[in-house]
């Protein structure tokens, strides 16, 4: 091979390692509430799978998991850009201090959540729910609000039944099973792997209006100086869910590894919310923001005393990053 021949390969061949190393040092994670085992963070494991973040301009690789609460939303945002919470969590965040802004509306409803008492309860409709023992995970979660919302719909106090806490929704059936409570909160996907061995008394679609559970959001300083990445996110988990309506059965076995569950019950979880609607609103939103549902989602919260504090959240809402199709507020 000639000198200037192979001194030319070198150079290409140098070329592509310093590119190489270069996109993987700008790859980067975003950070998603409950990741892994919730059903909002689904349209994120998509997105990764078919390149959309990558084709959209977002070099994202990875997805950080978080639990809920003010605190862990303030660590989640520690070195991302963009993340996924809860909006009474974010509310939290900021008014402990935190630089984050609302900057895409995510999850619309509660349409993952239902309520399960055994195939042979006597408990037929919420009507009957009456000095019955009902599960909630823990103090101040939204399991607990909409423990006390679903029986204020069938015409009763939270004092007309007994709230139990359970600490997960795993334990809660448990504790269902061994006759500790009658009614079971169960959430997607686990909603879909239980399905054949309780029986639904009532859907979140079908108990409640449409309660905004899940934005996205990003930090002050990502907003000043990652406007382009936020954006190319946005549309990207946007893709996704379109995608996701078109083919639910693919997207479940998308999700089933990063969620380590079945394929079966990935498809059934996928298939069942990008059908639900609830009051005309799907359960997975493109991005636009719905600010009746992420008020109604605040005063849910406040009624646990989850939070305590007014929140204004015209001042916690940053739409630039939409693109102009969605921008405005619904």
Known sequence: MPSHVSKRATRVAALAIALSMSGAANAENIAVGNYGSSANGMPFAVALAKGYFQQEGANVTGIVSSQGGGTSVRNAMAGVAYGEANPGAIAVAIQQGADIKIVSD???????FAWMVKKDSPIKTIKDLKGRKIGYT???STSQALAILLLRKAG???KDAELVKTGGFGPMLAALDLDQIEVAAVTEPL????????RVLITGAEALPPLDNVVGMATGEAI?????FIRAVIRAR???VEFMIK??????????????????????AVRNLTTSMTQGIPYWGTGQIHLEGMKRIIEVQRSVGAITEEID???MIDTQFLPDDIKALK
Not at 224 to 228: A, L, M, S
């Open 238 to 240: 946007r893709r996704a």
């Open 224 to 228: 000043k100086t990652r406007g382009d």
């Open 106 to 112: 995510n999850v619309l409803t509660i349409a993952e």
């Open 191 to 198: 909603w879909s792997k239980v399905k054949d061995k309780y």
């Open 156 to 158: 009763y106090d939270e």
């Open 138 to 140: 823990n103090p101040r």
């Open 313 to 315: 959240l015209s001042k």
């Open 247 to 268: 083919n639910p059965d693919e997207a479940g076995d998308i999700v089933a590894e990063p969620f380590g569950i079945t394929k079966e019950v990935a498809r059934s």
